[in-house]
Nanobody, 124 residues
């Protein structure tokens, strides 16, 4: 069973940066799709960025050019570098993994392993 643990959330002013990390354990996720999703109260979980086992990233339109997703060579650590943060980026961010070759940015239900989430708060 895959266990995912996020870290790196916090509070920052608009225009600032944060780096989220996700450590996978329990089972190798080297060949999995991994991604970052976010959720705010009353809204459904939303895809932010994904990366496949070859390192190919996909981004939601609202983060393109500002966020960068990456994974280490062993594939067990997932990162999200978030720059030029805006107040509407405030959310709980979740790390997720799925044993698929094709990542579903818009379909959280495809992911069967989830972390507990880390809060990101951006103030104006």
């Amino acid at each position: 069973q895959v266990h995912l643990q996020e870290s790196g959330g916090g509070s920052v002013q608009a225009g600032g940066s944060l780096r989220l990390s996700c450590a996978a354990s329990g089972y190798t996720v080297r060949y999995y799709c991994m991604g970052w999703f976010r959720q705010t109260p009353g809204k459904e979980r939303q895809g932010v960025a994904t990366v496949d086992n070859l390192g190919n990233p996909r981004y939601a339109e609202f983060v393109k050019g500002r966020f960068t997703i990456s994974r280490d060579s062993a594939g067990n650590t997932l990162n999200l570098q978030m720059n030029s943060l805006k107040p509407d980026n405030t959310a709980i961010y979740f790390c997720a993994a799925t044993p698929r070759f094709t990542c579903g940015l818009g379909t959280p239900s495809l992911y069967n392993s989830w972390g507990q989430g880390t809060q990101v708060t951006v103030s104006s």
